[in-house]
């Protein structure tokens, strides 16, 4: 009988015997020498997961694009009819996370993950696009990079958040140290950033960006002018810029913490490109954000995201049950809301104690 790929790992597993702590208690010794557990193996163990559902996915689709075309239409009535604004604002939020929903399904399908389809996955995904205010083409390539390169300090800057070692802080000048400092500011990073990310930013072409990329940016720069002409002969351009703008801004926000606190947080994991372990990178260079369930529900499960950084090709609505049913993702330890809050401060990557570090501690340093 042909065993399969789960049933080795439990074999792996079961064969490493007792676990011992590791890497600030993050995940087991799995990566021992003497250890059979590859990241080849644990990818082969995941890939059954990776199997997209069409139901699964067409109910997702359902339960995400439905509550969210509900809310903007709720939106409009109160703009019109004359409600107070701060409470069509304070509605924005609701609407903004399950626009986070629609941009974790536009994540899938850039992986070619939601359906087996990779048309279908596209068309999807550009209008996910259209409607997050992000090329499909652009994204999907600037993404995949930083799969390839996550957790390598060789290979930063397409992709992540911009991250200086001690080192290279310490020998910049005064200008760039100044304008780090400002993109690691909380208020820039996680409220005006994300408006220029999404608004402006993501309106142009990435340096090095091929033709397709270039003609997807100019496709969903166009639609976007067609959806906005066409609030602007309905609901009129006034309406439409005051539900729009707080929306993309809440989602933006979250959507920026989520993807910061995934690879930013005490004990994550990165090294020199030759240096570089993949099974670390997975498990200690993502994190498993344990969110309540109605949060992890809103962003799609993407707060398991070692498991989407060891198969990225596993659909977002099959991260849980992954997880439920492989012990060796379950041992990276988790990390609380509470416990993320502290990654606002950890600004720079210090290569001595290999750890993220506060600009506040560089006194202590021993350099």
Request: hydrophobic share 45%; charged share 15%.
């Amino acid at each position: 009988m042909v065993e399969s790929p789960l049933f080795q790992l439990h074999v792996f597993i079961f064969e490493m015997g007792t676990y011992r702590s590791k890497e600030a208690g993050m995940i087991a010794d799995a990566t021992d020498d003497n250890s059979p557990l590859t990241i080849t193996a644990l990818q082969q163990a995941l890939a059954i997961y990776g199997r997209p559902d069409l139901k699964k996915a067409t109910w997702q689709i359902i339960d995400t694009f439905v509550p969210y075309a509900a809310l903007w239409v709720l939106l409009v009535f109160m703009v019109q009819y004359g409600y107070p604004y701060w409470i069509t604002l304070a509605m924005t939020i609701p609407a903004g996370t399950f626009l986070v929903r629609i941009f974790i399904i536009f994540h899938d399908c850039c992986h070619g993950s939601f359906f087996t389809s990779l048309r279908a996955n596209r068309i999807l995904g550009n209008i996910c696009g259209i409607l997050t205010f992000t090329s499909f083409e652009s994204w999907r390539a600037s993404h995949l990079v930083h799969h390839a390169t996550a957790g390598d300090l060789d290979r930063r800057g397409v992709g992540d958040v911009n991250t200086m070692t001690v080192e290279e802080y310490l020998s910049s000048p005064g200008l760039k140290r100044l304008a780090y400092r400002l993109y690691r500011n909380p208020f820039i990073m996680f409220f005006l950033g994300p408006a220029y990310m999404f608004l402006i930013d993501q309106r142009f072409s990435r340096k090095g960006a091929k033709k397709n990329e270039k003609y997807n940016v100019f496709f969903t720069n166009i639609a976007i002018i067609a959806v906005i002409a066409g609030a602007s002969f309905t609901i009129g351009l006034k309406t439409y810029l005051m539900i729009q703008l707080p929306i993309m801004l809440v989602a933006g926000a979250i959507g920026i913490w989520m993807f910061y606190i995934q690879h930013q947080f005490a004990g994550v994991y990165w090294a020199r490109h030759n240096e570089r372990d993949p099974l670390k990178v997975a498990l200690l260079g993502s994190s498993y954000y344990k969110l309540p369930k109605v949060l992890q529900w809103l962003t799609g499960n993407i707060g398991l995201h070692h498991i989407h950084h060891i198969r990225p090709r596993i659909p977002n609505y099959n991260l849980q049950q992954c997880y439920d049913e492989v012990p060796a993702v379950q041992t990276v330890k988790p990390l609380t809301v509470r416990q993320s809050l502290k990654s606002v401060w950890m600004n720079m990557w210090d290569e001595n104690s290999h750890s993220l570090v506060s600009f506040r501690s560089l006194k202590a340093l021993p350099h």
